[in-house]
């Protein structure tokens, strides 16, 4: 066989078994007809040209067959993920995927995610590199690949004049159908991220956000907050926010709890979110790059005298705690609560120690695993297993969307268990701090609807069970919270961009700051 009749056969081979989603957007936009017919015989053909290009051009750059083993390795994958859960492989899924942790890797090698990777990656790659390639000289073999190229060029040109009017509007109106071109887009995306992260070499030294921090001397209180970082969860799945389950009976029986309704996440994924939500600049002009180097909120209360310990059960703080105390609790020898999975509830063991230890103010973070997908099941122990029949299974196909919603309920019902366990930490220590407890998730999820499962679509085609986050507020007994200003903020449309002047009005933190995004509320009572 020829090099180009190679390329032509596995292109043909990832235009037919990665396009399923793909083509599925296609056919619900441009239904069969008469009409259409034209268009959407042409638009196969016009995807195939473009693999076609894609593979002559990383073909420059690496040897063909490690070029087509790439492209069907990648293929199959993001295949199996857009096909089974709506996912888009953008860059942002690439860098999620380097930053997750083997345990929720392990969670989305599923048997059926196995079985098609083997049938339409590996045994495809096996082939490629076992059939003989006919030896031709340099010249004659460019010669193919360049008519090849001119060919599919020709192709995209005659289909693009021939239909102009509806690739028109296929182009402008429908841009998201090219986040599933399968492997063009994830390709592109790996590049794009490739490229981002060689320019965003971080500088030796931080850029400092404020030069005059003070903590005011108006009250002399000592300040004890619990922020806890929750994952994966949806404001509309609470009950305190007026979902029909009880997810959350023990919150429900404590005084002095709010719970805001209209709070946005800055984005669809752990790797977006946590980061920009502690960074000053807000979602609409956050860059990981330049905020990566740039001092968050935690340090500006660390030069303001303020104890800062970050307790994670999941993935890294993803750089937010880089210069505060840090401590992994997803192992035994560090979370007393594992079974087999290191519970929430064990990020609390020995943190009355720390608190009885330090000599002012206290702000801890605690990072949830909270209800992370698609192995709902694995995050809760079997107690909590409230709302059945449920999803026992990371291979959510295998599960009907009643089986996954009462799984997800009970991850909820689970992380509504661990907020009643810190706020009663909190009320131990009362007599002696201001305490308060503030819950923020860092994104919600999508549980089937459309089609849709899971999370990390880019933000503007999110739906809203992706960016619509639960936030809630505990407030002590001693606290000198404002409860009023909680009371009047609490339905306003707000974003985790509230976080910054949040901790910063909670601690009383005076700073030379020209402006910050609004907070939660407002001030605290003299």
Not at 231 to 260: K, M
Request: hydrophobic share 40%; net charge negative; charged share 15%.
């Amino acid at each position: 066989m020829t090099s180009t009749r190679l390329i032509l056969a596995v292109s043909l081979l990832l235009l037919i078994s990665g396009n399923f989603t793909f083509f599925s957007h296609v056919l619900e936009t441009y239904p069969w007809s008469t009409a259409n017919a034209g268009f959407l015989l042409s638009v196969p053909v016009v995807l195939a040209c473009e693999i076609i290009l894609l593979t002559l051009l990383m073909s420059l750059l690496i040897p063909i067959r490690l070029t087509l083993s790439i492209l069907l390795l990648v293929a199959a994958t993001t295949a199996y993920f857009s096909d089974t859960f709506g996912t888009i492989i953008d860059a942002v899924m690439i860098q999620n995927l380097l930053q997750t942790n083997p345990s929720e890797f392990a969670d989305l090698i599923t048997p059926g995610f196995l079985l098609r990777f083997s049938l339409l990656g590996l045994a495809p790659v096996a082939l490629v590199w076992y059939l003989p390639l006919r030896a031709e000289k340099f010249l004659p073999r460019l010669r193919k690949k360049l008519f090849l190229a001119l060919g599919a060029v020709v192709f995209l040109l005659l289909c693009g004049m021939v239909f102009s009017n509806q690739y028109a509007s296929f182009i402008r109106e429908h841009k998201a159908f090219r986040f599933y071109a399968n492997p063009i887009f994830p390709i592109y995306s790996a590049g794009r991220y490739v490229v981002k992260a060689g320019a965003g070499s971080h500088p030796s030294e931080l850029v400092q956000l404020a030069h005059n921090v003070t903590i005011s001397n108006v009250d002399g209180g000592r300040e004890l907050t619990i922020m806890v970082l929750g994952e994966t969860a949806r404001r509309d799945r609470f009950s305190l926010n007026g979902y029909t389950r009880n997810t959350n009976p023990e919150l429900a029986r404590e005084t002095n709890i709010f719970s805001y309704t209209h709070i946005t996440s800055c984005g669809t994924s752990t790797a977006v979110s946590i980061p920009c939500m502690f960074a000053l600049s807000g979602r609409k002009d956050y860059d990981s790059n330049a905020d990566g180097s740039t001092e968050n909120i935690l340090d500006i209360l660390q030069y303001a005298g303020v104890s800062i310990l970050w307790r994670d059960n999941n993935s890294s703080s993803k750089g937010v705690a880089d210069r505060v105390r840090f401590e992994d609790f997803q192992a035994p020898d560090t979370n007393p609560e594992c079974d087999p999975e290191c519970r929430d509830v064990g990020m609390l063991h020995g943190l009355q120690e720390y608190i009885d230890a330090q000599s002012g103010d206290i702000l801890i973070v605690l990072h949830q695993m909270g209800s992370h997908g698609p192995a709902y099941y694995k995050r809760y122990p079997a107690r909590f297993e409230q709302f059945t029949p449920a999803c026992q299974s990371a291979e959510l196909a295998e599960c009907s969307d009643e089986e996954i919603s009462n799984a997800y309920d009970n991850t909820i019902l689970y992380t509504d268990y661990f907020l009643s366990r810190v706020v009663a930490l909190l009320k131990a220590n009362t007599p002696r701090y201001e305490t308060a407890m503030l819950y923020v998730s860092d994104h919600g999820e999508s549980l089937g609807e459309n089609g849709i499962y899971l999370h990390g679509l880019p933000y503007w085609l999110a739906p809203d069970e992706q960016i619509n986050v639960p936030v809630i507020v505990w407030v002590g007994e001693t606290s000198d919270i404002d409860i009023h200003s909680v009371l009047s903020h609490e339905d306003l449309d707000n974003s985790q961009d509230a976080v910054f002047q949040t901790l910063l009005t909670i601690y009383e933190v005076e700073t030379d700051l020209v402006s910050t995004p609004p907070g939660l509320f407002e001030a605290h009572e003299e």
